[in-house]
C-alpha cells in the first residue's frame, strides 16, 4: 500500500518534469529555445499548460458511446498504473511482495490495449478505429519480443520476484556472481557495484536489454513506434475526439507507461536500487556507504529518468516506421534473436 | 463475514452478472467487453484463493485473446458505417435445456466428489512458482509438450493459409 502513496504524488511530478525535459530537449536538438516565457527559462510552462488542460471543456460527440467513450482513458491509466504495484524502491521498500511480481507486471500492462481499443471505437471517428486497430496490432506483436527478453532475465535470475532480482544484483546477494560472468575471472560478490548489475554478471544480457528497449519503445506508443497516434495520417489516432481531462489521463498514461518501462529496465538490467559505485579494497568502500533506503530511491530513480531521456532521445532522432516494416522488424528481427538469446542463456546457465 | 468474503462475493456476483451480459448484448464488441469483466473477476477469484500464478496466467492469456476477438468486433460492427453488427439471442429454449443440463452436471460432480488435498502437498506456500515449474517439466511434461506442439501447428497453419492468400 505504501508503494502506492510514494508512486501516485511521484507520477504527477514526474510528468510535469518530463514534458519540460522534452520540450526543452526536443528545442535544443532542433535548435530552437524550447519554452522561455513562463517563469525562469519556461519551468513553470507545463504547470500552466496543466491548469489550462483542467479547465477545458470537455467535449462528448453526439454519436460517441457515452459510457465506454468516458471510461477508456481511466481503463488505460488503471493498467499502467496497476504494473506500479509491484516495484520494488529500495531495499526495505519491496512493493507488494508477491512471488510473481514480474509476470502480474507483464499482464496487466497488456490490459491497456483494451482500453485503447474503447476509447478508439466508441469515438465513432474514421481515425480514432484506424489508430485503435493499428495499436492493438502493434501492442499485440512486441509483447512477443518484450515477453521474451524478459524471460532471458528471469532464467538467469531464476526468479520472478523483482524484489529478488534487485538482492542478486548487489553486495547482499548469497548467490556467486561472477566478473562478466565467466568463473575463472573471479568471483564479484564483495565488489558490488556495476559489477553484480545483471549486464556486467550476464553479458548477454546486454542485448537482450536492446531489445527490451525497442519493444518497451513501441508499448508505450513513442515515435518511432507511433503509428497509433501518427498525427501525419490519422490526426490524432485513438485519442482524437478527447478533449480536456480526459485526453490528459491519456498522456499522463503515456508518460506514465515509459517511466514503468525504464524503472523495469532498471530493475531487470541494470541494478535496480543497487548503487553503481563499487567497493575498492577494505577501506574505500563505496557500494556499503551509497546503500540504503532513500539511497536505493535516489539510484533507482536516476537509473529510471536516465532511461527516460534516452527515450525521448530516439523519439527526436528517428522516423516513423511504415506499418510493414514494423511488424516486419517485430516478428522477423526481434522474435527470432531474442529466442536464439534466450537459448544462449539457457547453455550460459547450464555450465 | 469479514471484507475477504465480502470482496469474495462481490467477484462472484460481477462475473455472473457479466456472464449474463454476454448473452444479453446486442452489439459484439459490448459482449467482448462483458467476457472481459467476467474472466477479470474470476482472475479475482483466483488471487482470492491464493493461486496467484494462475491468476496472472488468466490475465495474460485471456486479456490477449480477447482483444483479438475485440479487433474481429471492431471490424465486423463498423460504427463509421452506421451499419452496426447486431447480434440476437436466438435459439433460446434448446439454449437453455443446454445451459441448465450442464449446470445439472456440475452441481452433481462437484456435490458427489469429495475433494481432499493431494497427500504430499503441504498449506499452499506463497512461493509456488517454483514448485509448479518443477511439477510441468517433470511429472507433466507430456501434456504442456502436447499442448506446446498443437499451437505450433495452428501457427504454422496460420502462417501457410495467410501466405496461400497472398499468393493468389
Known sequence: ?351 | MNLKDIIHYFFLLLAALAAVGILMAKNVLHAALSLIICLLSIAGIFVLLHAELLAVTQIMVYAGGVVILMIFGVMLSSRVANKPLNVETARKIPGFITGAGLLFIIVYALTTTSFSLHPNSSTPASNNVREIGFQLMSSYVAPLEIAGILLLISLIGAAVTASFLIKK
Request: charged content about 10%; proline content about 5%.
Open chain 1, 1 to 351: 500500500m505504501s508503494t502506492l502513496l510514494f508512486i501516485l504524488p511521484f507520477l504527477i511530478v514526474y510528468s510535469i518534469v518530463v514534458i519540460y525535459a522534452e520540450r526543452k530537449l526536443s528545442a535544443f536538438m532542433q535548435d530552437r529555445l524550447g519554452p522561455m516565457e513562463v517563469g525562469p527559462y519556461g519551468l513553470l510552462q507545463t504547470v500552466a499548460d496543466l491548469l489550462k488542460l483542467l479547465q477545458k471543456e470537455e467535449i462528448v460527440p453526439a454519436k460517441a458511446e457515452l459510457w465506454l467513450f468516458k471510461a477508456a482513458p481511466l481503463l488505460i491509466f488503471v493498467a499502467v498504473f496497476a504494473g506500479f504495484a509491484v516495484l520494488p524502491l529500495s531495499p526495505s521498500w519491496s512493493g507488494s511482495s508477491i512471488s510473481t511480481g514480474l509476470f502480474f507486471l507483464l499482464a496487466i500492462v497488456s490490459m491497456d490495449v483494451i482500453g485503447i481499443l474503447m476509447a478508439g471505437w466508441s469515438s465513432n471517428n474514421k481515425y480514432s478505429v484506424l489508430g485503435a486497430m493499428r495499436a492493438a496490432a502493434q501492442l499485440i506483436s512486441y509483447e512477443v519480443p518484450l515477453g521474451l527478453s524478459v524471460l532471458c532475465v528471469v532464467i538467469v535470475t531464476q526468479t520472478l520476484d523483482l524484489q529478488a532480482i534487485c538482492f542478486q544484483q548487489g553486495t547482499h546477494s548469497h548467490i556467486p556472481s561472477y566478473l562478466l560472468g565467466i568463473k575463472a575471472l573471479g568471483q564479484t560478490n564483495t565488489w558490488g557495484g556495476f559489477f553484480t548489475w545483471n549486464v556486467f554478471r550476464m553479458p548477454l544480457l546486454f542485448f537482450a536489454w536492446i531489445i527490451f528497449f525497442i519493444s518497451s519503445l513501441a508499448e508505450s506508443n513513442r515515435t518511432p513506434f507511433d503509428l497509433p497516434e501518427a498525427e501525419a495520417e490519422i490526426v490524432a489516432g485513438f485519442q482524437t475526439e478527447y478533449s480536456g481531462f480526459r485526453w490528459g489521463i491519456i498522456m499522463l498514461a503515456e508518460y506514465a507507461m515509459m517511466l514503468l518501462v525504464s524503472l523495469l529496465g532498471t530493475i531487470l538490467f541494470f541494478g535496480g536500487w543497487n548503487t553503481p559505485f563499487p567497493n575498492m579494497g577494505s577501506t574505500l568502500l563505496l557500494a556499503d556507504w551509497t546503500t540504503g533506503p532513500v539511497w536505493g530511491i535516489f539510484w533507482m530513480i536516476l537509473k529510471a529518468f536516465l532511461l527516460v531521456i534516452t527515450q525521448i532521445w530516439v523519439r527526436w532522432s528517428l522516423p516513423r516506421l511504415r506499418v510493414d516494416q514494423l511488424m516486419s522488424l517485430s516478428w522477423k528481427y526481434l522474435t527470432p534473436i531474442s529466442l536464439i538469446l534466450i537459448i544462449l542463456c539457457g547453455f550460459w546457465k547450464l555450465f
